[in-house]
């Protein structure tokens, strides 16, 4: 079945880029997105991109779309310490109707 | 505002009294869904519905019920909690697949205990 993977951890420095990458295996998704989770808080879209594009852009965030290489990454520019959080990959599956998430990276923001 | 509501947020409950999450949203969408996030397991599908008394199951059915009389609802139902149940549930709703914009919001997530 699907999977997606993402790294663990990322740290960075306060008005650093992050960019967090993941990879997925199926080629037929429709839609990517990045969620963010905040401690005791729910999933928030961030963004999403549809998989005929390689780019999309929303002020600070850049998402990168490689379908050859089935790559999504995540560039958070003029990073911030409320953007520390866990940061969600998900795919969406047009066979099965849900989205598979990836196990989430915790991105650390230092002062 | 776009928006997904749960209720209750947070919940601890006993082994077997049954027990309904509520779901609501405001953006007249067809696909809705549920998911459960367990450490370790991450999220998984436990039942989805492509519109209004169209429902199937997802990955983890086993233990819930849905329905969907509304297209803006869709309660999940623990008929007879357990201890497994134990977890935070999110609910979720996008345009109909293949139609429209690709938008997939989540609520603020339910809190479940079962003792």
């Known amino acids: 079945g699907e999977d997606v993977e993402q790294s663990l951890f990322l740290s960075v420095r306060e008005g650093d880029s992050s960019v967090i990458n993941c990879t997925y295996t199926?080629?037929?998704?429709?839609?990517l997105y990045w969620y963010k989770q905040e401690p005791g808080a729910g999933l928030q879209l961030l963004t999403y991109?549809?998989?005929?594009?390689d780019m999309k852009q929303d002020q600070r965030l850049t998402v990168l779309l490689n379908k050859k290489d089935k790559h999504l990454s995540l560039r958070i520019a003029d990073t911030q310490t409320g953007d520390s959080a866990i940061y969600f990959c998900?795919?969406?599956?047009?066979?099965?109707?849900?989205?598979?998430f990836g196990s989430g990276t915790r991105l650390l923001v230092r002062p | 505002e776009a928006q997904v509501t749960q209720n209750p947020r947070y919940l601890i409950t006993v082994t077997g009294k049954k027990l309904t999450v509520t779901c609501s949203q405001n953006?007249?969408?067809?696909?809705m869904s549920w998911y459960r996030q367990d450490p370790g397991l991450g999220l998984r599908q436990i039942y989805y519905?492509?519109?209004?008394?169209?429902?199937d199951k997802g990955d983890v059915p086993e233990g819930y019920k849905v329905s969907r009389k509304e297209k803006r609802n869709f309660p999940l139902i623990l008929e007879s909690p357990s201890p497994n149940q134990t977890s935070l549930y999110f609910c979720?709703?996008?345009?109909?697949?293949?139609?429209?914009?690709?938008?997939?919001?989540f609520g603020e997530g339910s809190r479940l205990t079962v003792l």
């Open positions: 998900a795919v969406w599956m047009d066979s099965s109707y849900k989205l598979i």
């Open positions: 979720a709703s996008r345009s109909r697949p293949g139609q429209g914009a690709g938008e997939l919001f």
């Open positions: 953006m007249n969408h067809e696909y």
């Open positions: 519905s492509m519109n209004v008394e169209v429902t």
């Open positions: 991109i549809f998989s005929n594009m």
């Open positions: 199926d080629s037929s998704s429709t839609y």
